[in-house]
């Protein structure tokens, strides 16, 4: 039989295989085991332990979730760090939380699951959404009374918003007037956040 392709399960170990399973093996998009997906950064970009947890703690993130951020913010021209502040800051998820319509990361994915808010008028019900600058958020008028909203909203002040969210309460509307910088966000405010090279430069 002819072999053209071996697997090798456990360093001692080596299992040739069938020229049609090799060539659909050299075919996969993804190693064996992944289900697919972003699991890596292109080009080595990563982000330090440390930092990788203080992020996925803020933002309430998976790590596959986190690698998507970044893979989108290695792709963007420009500063990588800033980029991955956008991606991350600019999901529908933690806008809505910053604008006070939800207590926290969690509750508001609920919320915009259940189709609770639109973003310029039209219904946006995922979380990984990115509201680009000039588009405003706003809770559908059905759902305004509704005890969780109504609880986070009467429980956060125009003033705690950052200043690249226009927040109106009275209207439950909130408006991303600009890209987010790093220093501006609450939860990344105080970590020393920075995109690493693996070849040992940092972006």
Not at 65 to 88: F, K, Y
Not at 107 to 131: M, P, Q, W
Not at 162 to 189: G, H, I, M, N
């Amino acid at each position: 039989m002819a072999v053209r392709t071996k697997v090798r399960p456990s360093p001692g170990n080596e299992v040739p295989l069938h020229p049609v399973h090799g060539y659909l093996l050299r075919r996969a998009r993804h190693p064996i085991g992944v289900r697919g997906g972003p699991r890596r950064a292109p080009r080595g970009y990563r982000l330090g332990d440390a930092e990788r947890h203080q992020v996925r703690a803020g933002y309430e993130l998976r790590d596959r979730q986190l690698a998507r951020a970044l893979t989108a913010a290695a792709r963007q021209p420009g500063d990588t760090t800033e980029n991955l502040v956008g991606q991350l800051e600019q999901r529908m998820d933690a806008l809505v939380h910053r604008a006070g319509f939800a207590r926290s990361v969690d509750e508001a994915r609920d919320l915009i699951g259940h189709n609770t808010f639109t973003v310029d008028g039209g219904k946006v019900n995922r979380s990984s959404y990115l509201v680009r600058p000039g588009q405003t958020i706003e809770v559908r008028p059905d759902r305004q009374c509704r005890a969780p909203v109504a609880a986070a909203v009467a429980g956060h002040a125009e003033d705690d918003a950052p200043p690249y969210l226009t927040v109106r309460s009275d209207r439950f509307t909130a408006t991303l007037t600009r890209e987010p910088q790093r220093q501006e966000v609450p939860v990344l405010r105080d970590v020393p956040l920075a995109v690493h090279h693996e070849g040992g430069s940092a972006s």
